[in-house]
């Protein structure tokens, strides 16, 4: 009996995959409504109505349009407005974040792995050493010192550099799991037979990391990356909720939901909308991330090639 055929071609092997296509669908159509919307949430996001909602207990007038049906802030602006503007702010400063923190893990890592000896005992070591520091103590030292040499040398407004800072800090504390993994995938990669070969024939080192040793990094690091903006994006809405953040007028989904908080646990009336909903959509994009992720890491897995033989 001749056996199931397996799909070759990547773009096959992806959309076979019920993770990338259920996380990446989810994630894609939430980009897609938070950027596409842009133009108007920029614009009602100046714009401060009357809270109907206040007065009417919840009960939503006639005139009212069905753009604010999901409630309005305690400024009275629109959530909806809110979230869509706060969602293209949270992904931004997640993918920027994983970007930083990709690019210098796997620097490290690869120089790490590639040349050992006392250059990889140094940044191991510093690696261990920075794994000690508490990670909160560790973004708002960062924020400290970049914050006015940035304003200074940009010349820009105050929320664009408390943007700017607060990716790069983000991105400069979680790089150390993405150095340890790439190192652990240059050591087992660098004792290979046909990285022995290319040796053997005088290839130079450059040649040896862009045609052999790069090639096989690009599977782990696409996986880590995918799952590292879910985490950027859940450590700026942390920092955002504790108040060390994205500072107002600019919103954010850790935002939203701390300037909510007192307000939807209100035992008198509680406006639970402001809660719900941005709550609701930051743990809808973090587990598309997160499926989307796995998805990649089956996809890139070396036994499912191995399986194929």
């Known amino acids: 009996m001749p056996s199931r055929a397996i799909p070759d071609t990547l773009l096959a092997r992806i959309f076979s995959n019920r993770r990338i296509l259920f996380g990446g669908g989810v994630l894609l159509l939430i980009m897609l409504i938070c950027l596409a919307t842009l133009p108007w949430t920029l614009h009602v ?25 999901m409630g309005t802030t305690k ?23 994983a970007t930083v923190s990709v ?16 250059v990889d005992g140094l940044l191991m070591r510093t690696v261990d050493v920075l794994y000690g520091l508490p990670y909160i103590l560790m973004v708002i030292l960062l924020k400290i010192a970049l914050e006015h040499p940035l304003q200074k040398l940009l010349n820009v407004g105050s929320q664009t550099v408390n943007l700017i800072v607060l990716f790069l800090a983000i991105g400069l504390v979680s790089w150390l799991t993405m150095a340890r993994v790439i190192r652990g995938q240059v050591l087992s990669l660098r004792s290979m037979p046909f990285i022995d070969a290319a040796r053997a024939v005088g290839t130079p080192g450059w040649r040896i990391f862009l045609n052999h040793l790069l090639p096989n990094l690009i599977g782990p690091i696409t996986v880590y990356a995918t799952l590292t903006v879910p985490s950027a994006i859940l ?3 942390t920092l955002s909720f504790l108040g060390i953040g994205i500072q107002p007028p600019l919103p954010t ?22 809660l719900v909903f941005p709550c609701t959509l930051l743990a809808v994009t973090l587990l598309s991330l997160n499926f989307l992720g796995d998805g990649l890491r089956d996809l890139f897995d070396p036994k499912r090639e191995a399986a194929k033989l």
Not at 50 to 60: C, E, K, P, T, V
Not at 107 to 118: D, E, I, T
């Open 253 to 274: 989904w850790g935002s939203l939901a701390s300037e909510s908080m007192s307000l939807a646990l209100n035992p008198i009336y509680s406006r639970w909308w402001l």
């Open 45 to 69: 996001n100046g714009d401060y109505y009357y809270d109907f909602q206040h007065q009417n207990a919840g009960q939503l007038p006639p005139q009212m349009p069905l753009w604010k049906a």
């Open 235 to 237: 450590q700026e809405s």
């Open 103 to 118: 690019v210098l893990g796997v620097c490290v890592g690869v120089l790490a792995g590639y040349r050992g000896g006392w």
């Open 75 to 97: 400024l009275g602006q629109s959530l909806l407005g809110q979230c869509l503007i706060g969602g293209v702010i949270s992904l931004t400063i997640g993918v920027a974040a």
